[in-house]
């Protein structure tokens, strides 16, 4: 029997036109249509779960009946900026330490590092970094007998500003067991006082391990508090969703708990950080969205090579600065194409880190020898894709390889990338355009906390080549620039598309969860200066309110 | 605004007497009410959140109108039963291994081996046990070579029924590298073939972990199978809760998995392995209930001692049988305080394994002297509390201590535990009345897979100490039994105060899930005999059924 009432009702409110929850009325709107066009409009219609039941342009006939009207007041409003490469935990992490670098001597710091622990008196180590004795004008490195004046009832640790060095309080040196006997280790020196063996409580490069492998894990409560951060600050920049590159169990256990006790409100697109744990976390298969997808382990995120600043990076030729050194591959072949079975198996999906034209290439060989075998739809990355041997690039398209890249990296890496390769290598090097060309899809990040995670820097670089001074003039290598459409798209609806999330969220259209900014500028019309200091005026995510401005 | 439809429809649905959903009429139905007395009862009706909306005798009016009616037929409904302690996991995985317990002869076992993995292709180790080489009247150990002549392309790997000797094939020696090389280990023998060093396929006690620490982990996808094979013997058996005593990582993620895809049926109180796994899964709080009152972290257990069996139980006195042999803690005083505390200032539940006089009286003892300091709901719970000196016993009920206890133990140890302690030192052994007694509750598991999950076998024990076979006559020290209303109780709403799920299931009263079964046979009325004989006819979850005799 069903019950005649329920059925009434049920009639009833299929027959009301207006079952729609909230309007946002009066928006400068700039989406990207169900054909990957931009689109203009004026009005969003947010259904009570969530998701966008119409948008509007100025003349089409508005619901007469909602359960709450806000009008954006002619305010720019966009999709949620979807973040393709970031390390969550990471950026929330940092959020919990102390930042020194905006000190001017070693008297503020130590003033600083006072109040900081004062504020934190539950956390048993204190861990920052920033401090740099050159702009102190200090002539030297600080001492631990320095630090122990501002705090001694813990232990200190803190990083220079170029993480080539850290200093440490006496608290820190005896909890890794630092005396006179301790030797330097390769690589590395333990700075000493003057004419003594007494470790002064510096420690530079391999030696800063000494300490480092002492500093313990954080604690349950503080990744939790480090996530809220996280999302704090990503909400506040206009990002919505977010790849994680690289999630260890604890940081899932951490979004989970997000998950579990309604506080988490970032999109997370999930890699794990090996093999063994993306099956720890998801079994034999990918999970589902969860949270009202919220949350997904896709796959693993695989390291084939290091950094270009290190020369890590794996190159089919020297480097231009150190001839005879190719950096070096992290994985064998063998055991890139074992993970790249394994996980296509289950059907996982794999992002391989790769920087180095060798790299790349054999990231690229890897998919190519494997594809056929795999059939389907497999969204193969690599993330960063640096400098690629343009006759490698084909293989992006051949494949649909989406090319998950930070424009930021290029305007910060470029002196730098003309040193390790010299003037003649560089054809394909951040090479946006060229990739694009091969209609793989470009999906764009920020690599945050390693760079800023503030999308609107990137959208800037993407179409500019040029930094925050506008340096170089007319952009580096500026054939490799995307437009200003492609770029919002890379950071939409492809970041969406990367991350299996199409049609769930990155678009505005219709069917798709309600994520948007209201921002006080057109990124389509602002200038590069201008659109770097975009003010996010309010972020929603899946039709609430997670960020307002003061 | 708020539309006015809506409001009108949900003026018009409360005022419909019906907002039920299901309505089982005609049953027998036994439930312990809102005052903790049995109470008789001949319809239930849940409604469509699968909750208890209503409980009627046979004159109450039923409602008028109702999505669903199903005839009980007259049969007992009882409240799901609850097992306040067993092993999800490991009872899973010992049911996706090969039972050689029912055969009688070498040629027997060699045909079901082979079976077995011809059923199962792509398991990569063939695990079994249960064989008996002097049932089969061999006079001698099998040999890896009679093995080889059933599995040859797989390591096969075969614990005997006593668990004290295990049995490989060819394969399994290599994957261990055994080799005539081999030594015997402290505490075990590696068999040989008659008149040489070449080892036979037998590995006897302590010998068994060379090649055990082989055996491959189970992957993700057995993982699953064996929580769904776990899941569909106990609701078969008419459980439809459990405390999960030593959740790994592992595991909880495979519960996780079932009820993200919606698979998970059973109710889980889970108990972390360690503190540092009760920490990675549920952070710095227990989980709230996650998918519907399905699952959630309590705390942790712990191991304070070993089994009385073994001599590992930690005792006042030494054993009868073995003089100057106490047994052991496994976690000194300090340790098990610590961890204590750590856990209570998260407000985690700690459930303390203590089986010998020495052990509970540590685990009273510790609770007493931090009781005062963690004041609240704490529900400390002490896992099998089998032999406890009855000079501790009146700490139980000062703290309000669960004695989480296994009737079956009772009547599968009470030999062995006469040997073990002597006839003069019985008087706290198992003591199910004297505990009650004090006002501690009592909640009764099966610890399974040590012994069947099966509730109404744990039910017959509990009221008379008599095994299956209606041994001893009259009850083994009958003065500890409890009457049958309070072996229910312990079984149903006691086990679910023990997993802090009072209100949430166990009793059958409105609010709670409507977690019930349809029995053969009345629980409170049946002989003993009869009783072990229940045959379990339909079990339901939360208002749906999960379970139907064939």
């Given at each position: 029997?069903?019950?005649?009432?329920?059925?009434?009702?049920?009639?009833?409110?299929?027959?009301?036109?207006?079952?729609?929850?909230?309007?946002?009325?009066?928006?400068?709107?700039?989406?990207?249509?169900?054909?990957?066009?931009?689109?203009?409009?004026?009005?969003?219609?947010?259904?009570?779960?969530?998701?966008?039941?119409?948008?509007?342009?100025?003349?089409?006939?508005?619901?007469?009946d909602?359960?709450?009207?806000?009008?954006?007041?002619?305010?720019?409003?966009?999709?949620?900026?979807?973040?393709?490469?970031?390390?969550?935990?990471?950026?929330?992490?940092?959020?919990?330490t102390?930042?020194?670098?905006?000190?001017?001597?070693?008297?503020?710091?130590?003033?600083?590092?006072?109040?900081?622990?004062?504020d934190?008196?539950?956390?048993?180590?204190?861990?920052?970094?920033?401090?740099?004795?050159?702009?102190?004008?200090?002539?030297?490195?600080?001492?631990a007998?320095?630090?122990?004046?501002?705090?001694?009832?813990?232990?200190?640790?803190?990083?220079?500003?170029?993480?080539?060095?850290?200093?440490?309080?006496?608290?820190a040196?005896?909890?890794?067991?630092?005396?006179?006997?301790?030797?330097?280790?390769a690589?590395?020196?333990?700075e000493?006082?003057?004419g003594?063996?007494?470790?002064?409580?510096?420690?530079?490069?391999?030696?800063?391990?000494?300490?480092?492998?002492?500093?313990?894990?954080?604690?349950?409560?503080?990744?939790?508090?480090?996530?809220?951060?996280?999302?704090?600050?990503?909400h506040?920049?206009?990002?919505?969703?977010?790849?994680?590159?690289?999630?260890?169990?604890?940081?899932?256990?951490?979004?989970?708990?997000?998950g579990?006790?309604g506080?988490?409100?970032?999109?997370?697109?999930?890699?794990?950080?090996?093999?063994?744990?993306?099956?720890?976390?998801?079994?034999?298969?990918?999970?589902?969205?969860?949270?009202?997808?919220?949350?997904?382990?896709?796959?693993?995120?695989?390291?084939?090579?290091?950094?270009?600043?290190?020369?890590?990076?794996?190159?089919?030729?020297?480097?231009?600065?150190?001839?005879?050194?190719?950096?070096?591959?992290?994985?064998?072949?063998?055991?890139?194409?074992?993970?790249?079975?394994?996980?296509?198996?289950?059907?996982?999906?794999?992002?391989?880190?790769?920087?180095?034209?060798a790299?790349?290439?054999?990231?690229?060989?890897?998919?190519?020898?494997?594809?056929?075998?795999?059939?389907?739809?497999?969204r193969?990355r690599?993330?960063?894709?640096?400098?690629?041997?343009?006759?490698?690039?084909?293989?992006?398209?051949?494949?649909?390889?989406?090319?998950?890249?930070?424009?930021?990296?290029?305007?910060?890496?470029?002196?730098?990338?003309?040193?390790?390769?010299g003037?003649?290598?560089?054809?394909?090097?951040?090479?946006?355009r060229?990739?694009?060309?091969?209609?793989?899809?470009?999906?764009?990040?920020?690599?945050?906390?390693v760079?800023?995670?503030?999308?609107?820097?990137?959208?800037?670089?993407?179409f500019?080549?040029?930094?925050?001074?506008?340096?170089?003039?007319?952009?580096?290598?500026?054939?490799?620039?995307?437009?200003?459409?492609?770029?919002?798209?890379?950071?939409?609806?492809?970041?969406?598309?990367?991350?299996?999330?199409?049609?769930?969220?990155?678009?505005?259209?219709?069917?798709?969860?309600?994520?948007?900014?209201?921002?006080?500028?057109?990124?389509?019309?602002?200038?590069?200066?201008?659109?770097?200091?975009t003010?996010?005026?309010?972020?929603?995510?899946g039709?609430?309110?997670?960020?307002?401005?003061?």
């Amino acid at each position: 029997m069903i019950r005649r009432t329920l059925l009434a009702c049920a009639a009833a409110l299929l027959a009301t036109p207006a079952a729609a929850d909230q309007l946002i009325e009066n928006v400068d709107g700039v989406r990207i249509d169900e054909d990957g066009r931009i689109d203009r409009f004026t009005a969003l219609l947010i259904d009570d779960g969530g998701r966008v039941q119409a948008v509007y342009d100025r003349d089409d006939e508005r619901p007469r009946d909602v359960d709450y009207l806000l009008d954006g007041e002619g305010q720019v409003m966009l999709p949620g900026m979807i973040d393709a490469h970031l390390h969550v935990m990471g950026l929330g992490l940092a959020q919990l330490t102390l930042d020194l670098s905006d000190t001017n001597s070693l008297d503020e710091a130590l003033a600083k590092i006072r109040q900081f622990a004062a504020d934190n008196p539950a956390r048993p180590w204190i861990l920052g970094r920033g401090w740099n004795q050159e702009k102190w004008g200090l002539g030297r490195f600080p001492t631990a007998a320095e630090l122990d004046s501002a705090v001694s009832d813990r232990p200190v640790w803190l990083q220079r500003v170029d993480g080539h060095a850290a200093w440490g309080n006496t608290r820190a040196l005896e909890a890794a067991q630092i005396t006179e006997a301790t030797r330097d280790p390769a690589g590395g020196r333990v700075e000493r006082l003057p004419g003594s063996r007494v470790p002064s409580g510096v420690f530079v490069d391999a030696a800063e391990e000494l300490v480092q492998r002492v500093v313990p894990a954080p604690r349950p409560a503080e990744r939790d508090l480090a996530f809220q951060r996280a999302q704090e600050v990503l909400h506040s920049m206009g990002v919505t969703a977010a790849a994680d590159m690289g999630t260890t169990i604890e940081d899932w256990q951490t979004f989970r708990r997000a998950g579990d006790s309604g506080r988490l409100t970032l999109r997370i697109m999930s890699y794990a950080t090996s093999a063994d744990t993306m099956e720890l976390i998801a079994g034999a298969r990918p999970t589902p969205w969860l949270y009202d997808d919220k949350l997904k382990l896709n796959g693993v995120k695989l390291y084939l090579d290091g950094a270009l600043g290190s020369r890590g990076a794996w190159l089919k030729q020297p480097y231009a600065d150190d001839p005879g050194n190719t950096g070096l591959p992290l994985m064998s072949q063998a055991q890139l194409r074992n993970i790249l079975v394994r996980a296509s198996n289950g059907e996982f999906q794999v992002a391989v880190h790769a920087i180095g034209t060798a790299a790349n290439a054999d990231a690229l060989s890897a998919v190519h020898e494997i594809a056929d075998s795999f059939p389907g739809d497999r969204r193969w990355r690599i993330e960063h894709a640096q400098i690629v041997d343009p006759a490698d690039i084909p293989l992006f398209g051949e494949h649909g390889i989406i090319a998950s890249m930070q424009p930021v990296h290029q305007t910060s890496d470029r002196t730098m990338a003309e040193a390790r390769l010299g003037p003649d290598r560089l054809d394909g090097a951040y090479a946006w355009r060229s990739i694009a060309a091969t209609g793989a899809p470009l999906a764009f990040g920020s690599d945050a906390p390693v760079e800023s995670p503030d999308p609107f820097a990137g959208l800037a670089a993407a179409f500019t080549r040029t930094d925050a001074a506008g340096q170089p003039f007319g952009g580096w290598r500026p054939e490799e620039t995307v437009n200003r459409e492609e770029a919002l798209a890379a950071y939409t609806k492809d970041a969406a598309y990367a991350g299996f999330a199409d049609g769930r969220f990155g678009r505005l259209v219709v069917g798709e969860r309600a994520d948007f900014l209201l921002v006080d500028r057109d990124p389509l019309l602002a200038t590069p200066e201008e659109l770097r200091k975009t003010r996010v005026l309010q972020t929603w995510i899946g039709g609430r309110p997670v960020y307002r401005a003061e």
